[in-house]
């Protein structure tokens, strides 16, 4: 892949000069030159001056204001739709603690959280989860990434369950955190109650599964922070989906714990990767992690720039397995047929175990390749590739209302169509996907592309370590925590 940032080098086009040319006794014009204190400040003039190009020229300064994001593109047209050849300018805004935000951290007992790392290999029924709870919940390093970044990796094989330990880290090192509980205006409670529950979805004994919520919950009641408002102020971050820690004793059992309903807890403000749409009154979704966590805004405007002049030769792309069950199976089944029979749809199974759709290089370059990513509801209504999808600039194309529209509010526009296509799954649109995509100019398409890079910021977890002068841009904590104190200032 070409670079993206060309760095001018001084010039090296001066005339070489001989020694003789210059004797001492040749030229009268010459001789201060053999004055060694004067050689040595020109020596010193002439370095500091190539340095001062060299700082000009390799290192080019970046703007920082992301509410004035301008996009200048070219536009040609190719045999599948639309191909950018941009010219833009795209700023961003600095994460400063503005005062709306003042973040306690409780220091929980270790039980509730990096105490259960300590198992990691057991966090989880079905996979070995300590591969991914390395570098505070990033996971691996990916090095095969080829996306022309030449500074510090920002690119990770993180686990789509992980964004409580991610959050954690982030709020840790963040410009908001106090240690004053007294100047706090939120208090965030870091369980890692995602990661708990995993590793109990086996357990027969309700008690057991649920033991961990209870003494949390216990906890919280007898901390004078919480008795001020009830926990109205408090606030955890899950990185599963609320489905996973709403057990009742009426409905079925699907290794759920009782955590979101217990009377505790139902004050506080929960985060979470799927929120319940009917039931999830204190509940809001954040973004599920992608692969993306840079740590200074370079590296999130290199990205931007590179998907702007992507080459995106299919119409539309989809990447998945088949699903058991009659709803789930029939809208899989169908985008599968329709995209396998369409020369201009790009398929990835992930049946069989295809290694491919393990491979976090292989699904972004084939949703960068796409100007549509098909999005069917996974084993609940949300899934983590909406997320990669617009981390790709690929549009993302909704079969369910609660895949998106009802879960992120706090991060997505109001207007969906702003950013993304919707066609019912129970309507006749989804039997001729690639007809009812093909309908949208490429006007529109440009426009709704352009709307998807510039969200990036926002969804994307930075780096834990990234300090607040070097990220230059909001994101998905920054949004939650600005978005999360001004819902409790409206409930205290």
Same mark, same amino acid.
């Given at each position: 892949?070409? $670079?993206?940032?060309?760095? %001018?080098?001084?010039?090296?086009?001066?005339?070489?000069?001989? $020694?003789?040319?210059?004797? %001492?006794?040749?030229?009268?014009?010459? $001789?201060?030159?053999?004055?060694?204190?004067?050689?040595?400040?020109?020596?010193?003039?002439?370095? &500091?001056? &190539?340095?001062?190009?060299?700082?000009?020229?390799?290192?080019?300064?970046?703007?920082?204001?992301?509410?004035?994001?301008?996009?200048?593109?070219?536009?040609?047209?190719?045999?599948?739709?639309? @191909?950018?050849?941009?010219?833009?300018?795209?700023?961003?805004?600095?994460?400063?603690?503005?005062?709306?935000? !003042?973040?306690?951290?409780?220091?929980?007992?270790?039980?509730?959280?990096?105490?259960?790392?300590?198992?990691?290999?057991?966090?989880?029924?079905?996979?070995?989860?300590?591969?991914?709870?390395?570098?505070?919940?990033?996971?691996?390093?990916?090095?095969?990434?080829?996306?022309?970044?030449?500074?510090?990796?920002?690119?990770?094989?993180?686990?789509?369950? /992980?964004?409580?330990?991610?959050?954690?880290?982030?709020?840790?090192? =963040?410009?908001?955190?106090?240690?004053?509980?007294? %100047?706090?205006?939120?208090?965030?409670?870091?369980?890692?109650?995602?990661?708990?529950?995993?590793?109990?979805?086996?357990?027969?004994?309700?008690?057991?599964?649920?033991?961990?919520?209870?003494?949390?919950?216990?906890? &919280?009641? #007898?901390?004078?922070?919480?008795?001020?408002?009830?926990?109205?102020? =408090?606030?955890?971050?899950?990185?599963?989906?609320?489905?996973?820690?709403?057990?009742?004793?009426?409905?079925?059992?699907?290794?759920?714990?009782?955590?979101?309903?217990?009377?505790?807890?139902?004050?506080?403000?929960?985060?979470?990767?799927?929120?319940?749409?009917?039931?999830? !009154?204190?509940? =809001?979704?954040?973004?599920?992690?992608?692969?993306?966590?840079?740590?200074?805004?370079?590296?999130?405007?290199?990205?931007?720039?590179?998907?702007?002049? !992507?080459?995106?030769?299919?119409?539309?792309?989809?990447?998945?397995?088949?699903?058991?069950?009659? #709803? %789930?199976?029939?809208?899989? #089944?169908?985008?599968? $047929?329709?995209?396998?029979?369409?020369?201009?749809?790009?398929?990835?199974?992930?049946? =069989?175990?295809?290694?491919?759709?393990?491979?976090?290089?292989?699904?972004?370059?084939?949703?960068?390749?796409?100007?549509?990513?098909?999005?069917?509801?996974? #084993?609940?209504?949300?899934?983590?590739?909406?997320?990669?999808? /617009?981390?790709?600039?690929?549009?993302?194309?909704?079969?369910?209302?609660?895949?998106?529209?009802?879960?992120?509010?706090?991060?997505?526009?109001?207007?969906?169509?702003?950013?993304?296509?919707?066609?019912?799954?129970?309507?006749?649109?989804?039997?001729?996907?690639?007809?009812?995509?093909?309908?949208?100019?490429?006007?529109?398409?440009?426009?709704?592309?352009?709307?998807?890079?510039?969200? /990036?910021?926002?969804?994307?977890?930075? @780096?834990?370590?990234?300090?607040?002068?070097?990220?230059?841009?909001?994101?998905?904590?920054?949004?939650?925590?600005?978005? &999360?104190?001004?819902?409790?200032?409206?409930?205290?």
């Amino acid at each position: 892949m070409s $670079k993206l940032l060309s760095k %001018k080098q001084p010039s090296a086009a001066v005339p070489w000069i001989e $020694k003789e040319k210059y004797q %001492k006794n040749k030229d009268p014009y010459f $001789k201060f030159l053999v004055n060694p204190h004067f050689r040595y400040t020109a020596l010193l003039f002439v370095f &500091l001056s &190539l340095w001062f190009l060299f700082q000009v020229f390799w290192f080019p300064p970046t703007k920082t204001h992301y509410a004035a994001t301008t996009v200048s593109a070219v536009t040609t047209t190719t045999s599948y739709g639309v @191909h950018q050849n941009p010219r833009t300018t795209v700023t961003l805004s600095s994460p400063k603690c503005n005062g709306r935000v !003042s973040v306690y951290v409780y220091n929980l007992p270790e039980e509730f959280n990096v105490g259960l790392l300590q198992d990691c290999s057991h966090l989880n029924v079905y996979t070995n989860m300590c591969p991914h709870v390395a570098n505070r919940g990033l996971g691996q390093p990916l090095d095969n990434m080829e996306l022309g970044l030449s500074d510090v990796n920002p690119w990770f094989a993180t686990h789509q369950f /992980i964004a409580e330990m991610i959050f954690h880290a982030r709020v840790e090192n =963040h410009p908001c955190r106090t240690w004053d509980p007294s %100047k706090a205006t939120l208090f965030y409670v870091p369980f890692y109650g995602g990661l708990h529950v995993s590793s109990k979805f086996q357990e027969q004994n309700h008690t057991t599964r649920d033991a961990l919520a209870v003494r949390l919950a216990d906890y &919280l009641e #007898d901390q004078p922070s919480w008795r001020e408002h009830y926990g109205k102020d =408090h606030f955890i971050a899950l990185g599963r989906t609320s489905w996973d820690f709403m057990r009742t004793d009426s409905g079925p059992d699907f290794g759920a714990n009782c955590l979101l309903n217990l009377p505790p807890v139902k004050n506080m403000s929960v985060l979470t990767v799927e929120r319940n749409p009917w039931q999830g !009154s204190n509940q =809001h979704g954040i973004p599920y992690p992608s692969y993306f966590h840079p740590s200074t805004s370079d590296q999130m405007l290199t990205w931007q720039r590179m998907l702007r002049r !992507s080459n995106r030769p299919y119409l539309f792309s989809f990447i998945g397995a088949p699903r058991k069950g009659v #709803d %789930k199976a029939a809208i899989r #089944d169908e985008m599968i $047929k329709q995209c396998a029979e369409s020369t201009r749809c790009k398929l990835l199974q992930c049946n =069989h175990g295809n290694p491919k759709c393990y491979n976090p290089a292989e699904i972004l370059r084939v949703m960068r390749e796409s100007q549509f990513c098909l999005q069917a509801p996974g #084993d609940s209504f949300t899934r983590r590739s909406t997320f990669d999808s /617009i981390l790709s600039g690929c549009i993302p194309v909704f079969f369910s209302r609660h895949t998106a529209y009802t879960q992120y509010a706090w991060f997505l526009p109001e207007k969906t169509s702003e950013y993304s296509v919707y066609i019912d799954e129970q309507g006749n649109g989804s039997k001729r996907i690639e007809a009812e995509l093909s309908k949208i100019s490429e006007e529109e398409v440009e426009r709704m592309r352009a709307t998807v890079i510039d969200m /990036i910021p926002r969804l994307t977890y930075a @780096h834990p370590n990234a300090s607040s002068t070097d990220l230059g841009f909001e994101d998905a904590v920054d949004v939650a925590l600005d978005a &999360l104190a001004h819902h409790v200032r409206t409930k205290i």
